[in-house]
């Protein structure tokens, strides 16, 4: 955003933070079009500074993400990030109603609720049995490269982010990912989907 800043030669911070969380917003309306299809990696995260006590699902003072990526083979397809209250099967089943074509199948590990959320409706489930967190990776990896690089480059960029605002750095994030392939063309498309979105002031972003 500082350098946003400076090329525009915008003189207050305030400005070109709220320009920055508009087009945020835009991105997120445009990837709101898309849903995944094919077999869809699903898995949670936590993000948060490190703090001392206990580490992953159930930590305190961490904001909740569930990560769902297409996985073709051997590059990554689209993703969706959705920062959620707690990890619920009501929750992971309204992930999937909005955000899944019918007939995905989703492959998790084995948390129960997944196994519940995915018991009925228009999505068929894989779970597997992780055993140990060095086994992720392996057999999730398109949701575990995903979280290595939003979380390092939250840390790099941003050098933190507030839960409030985390959703739009989790757009924009998914955003970028989606159109990697098309680089020449993201200007273009960026301008399009702000050209054709609601937009947010700053006292909502402040509310």
Known sequence: MLSLQRMLKIKTYKTIWTMGHK???????????Y??????????????????GKRGRGAAGKATVVVSVEGRGRKA???????????????????AAEG???????KTDGLHAYGVAFRDG????EAVVVDSGKQAPKLLPWVHTLLSNIKGNIRGVYKGVHHKHLQRYLDEFCYR???RFWEDQLFGRLLHACLHTSTVTFSELRA
């Not at 397809?77 to 992930?95: L, W, Y």
């Not at 228009?122 to 489930?125: A, G, I, L, V």
């Open 23 to 33: 087009i945020r917003k835009a991105m997120a309306d445009r990837d709101a079009h």
């Open 35 to 52: 849903k995944l299809a094919g077999l869809v990696e699903m898995d949670d995260s936590y993000f948060g500074g490190s703090k001392p």
């Open 77 to 95: 397809g689209f993703a969706k990030m959705h920062k959620v209250e707690k990890m619920s099967s009501d929750n992971i089943r309204t992930i």
């Open 100 to 106: 899944f074509a019918k007939g995905t199948v989703a």
């Open 122 to 125: 228009d999505h068929r489930h």
């Open 177 to 179: 990912h989606n159109r």
